[in-house]
């Protein structure tokens, strides 16, 4: 998975690409967690993003609580059919705000 990190305007979005899976979602988390510090808004750019395993799942969750307990927002945006139907069926789409 490739990962590409972009600021503008106190919004830091993290284009991903190919398949957050247990191989790829530490390199994820390493990244994230800590950028979401309180000071910018976070969107997740999906547009690339081919499958999210429940290991990247657990990252998204992670980077929900930290945003909220840092009283930021994280979006997600450009999510596909295939990835949308696992928030369904997981729940993660009453979690995670999506456009």
């Given at each position: 998975m490739?990962?590409?990190r972009a600021e503008q305007n106190g919004i830091l979005t993290?284009?991903?690409e190919g398949?957050?899976?247990t191989t790829?979602?530490?390199k994820l988390h390493e990244e994230l967690i800590p950028a979401i510090d309180?000071?910018?808004d976070v969107v997740l750019d999906?547009?690339?993003l081919e499958y999210v395993s429940s290991a990247g799942l657990r990252v998204l969750l992670a980077a929900q609580k930290q945003s909220a307990a840092r009283g930021t927002s994280l979006t997600l945006t450009g999510v596909n059919d295939e990835i949308m139907e696992?928030?369904?069926m997981t729940g993660f789409i009453d979690i995670?705000?999506?456009e």
């Open positions: 490739n990962v590409t993290f284009s991903l398949r957050l899976d790829t979602s530490p309180g000071t910018h999906f547009s690339r696992i928030f369904e995670l705000t999506i």
